[in-house]
């Protein structure tokens, strides 16, 4: 188990990353009438949406070339003197698992992903050589950086830090029914079991099929209620966010979100976007 949670490849700590604005995105497609209309549904939520080099996704190879990322300056977090401001960067995106076919994307934090499970040779769905674990033939990334500003020194523990990834293939699939990765309680419990500091940036690339997102880890991984297992072959939209609280008043004070559409639309005739909705702007 790396620093902060479990994770297929190890953790690799970077800078962050300055963004300016906010986007929040409402994307319609064409199968099994998907409108997502739900004011809890975690729709595609960002500053920007490209290139995020500072972000290794805890392995060697990962694309960041087309990853959502947010960030936000944060005042009197702390009720520490001197450690009061800090920066939170958040990234999110979906690849391809090993020699998969390529995850694309619509440039605006939807992704599109093909059926199915492997252990990483589509062409050989029980060839172990790349990975002893099955998963689908998608990963989910995160990362997760908080700097100090004017001497600070904020870790993951200065703030509530959860990361929501979905079972449930159908659309509005609420929040509170999605599963919940607690950042914070696996970076302290990494620290006390490394005898280490907290620390500052958690990354990392994930499978819907991994064993724990379905058991759960005590007080750090809770699973989905809606649906009791991931199911690869299953049709439909997957939603993923990572959301920052305050813990002085509990406000939101960052978050990020992508969604995943299964499967990639050349595998389904008229998949495709029926609409890009509404985009809203504002200052981070």
Aim: glycine share 10%; hydrophobic share 40%; net charge negative.
């Amino acid at each position: 188990m790396p620093t902060c949670v479990a994770t297929e490849a190890g953790e690799i700590c970077k800078p962050g990353q300055k963004m300016k604005t906010k986007t929040i995105l409402y994307l319609g497609c064409a199968i099994a009438t998907l409108q997502l209309t739900s004011p809890s549904h975690a729709v595609p939520t960002f500053d920007q949406f490209g290139p995020f080099p500072n972000a290794t996704f805890g392995g060697v190879g990962i694309p960041n070339d087309s990853v959502a990322a947010s960030t936000q300056f944060v005042a009197d977090f702390d009720a520490q003197p001197g450690r009061q401001s800090a920066q939170i960067t958040l990234a999110m995106n979906t690849t391809q698992r090993f020699s998969n076919d390529v995850v694309t994307n619509d440039g605006f934090g939807t992704f599109f992903a093909e059926p199915g499970s492997n252990f990483g040779n589509p062409l050989n769905p029980l060839d172990q050589s790349s990975s002893s674990l099955e998963g689908a033939t998608w990963n989910f990334n995160f990362y997760i950086l908080v700097e100090g500003i004017n001497g600070s020194d904020p870790t993951l523990a200065d703030f509530q830090i959860d990361l929501l990834y979905d079972f449930d293939p159908g659309v509005n699939t609420p929040t509170s029914e999605q599963g919940r990765i607690n950042i914070t309680n696996g970076a302290i419990a990494a620290a006390i079991q490394g005898n280490t500091p907290v620390t500052s940036l958690a990354e990392g690339s994930e499978n819907l099929l991994f064993n724990f997102l379905e058991t759960g880890i005590p007080n750090i991984v809770m699973p989905p209620t809606s649906v009791n297992a991931f199911s690869p072959e299953a049709i439909g939209e997957y939603s993923f966010s990572i959301e920052v609280i305050s813990l002085l008043d509990g406000s939101t004070l960052e978050t990020v979100g992508i969604s995943v559409v299964v499967p990639e639309p050349s595998s389904l005739a008229l998949l495709g976007l029926a609409s890009l909705g509404l985009a809203v702007r504002r200052r981070a």
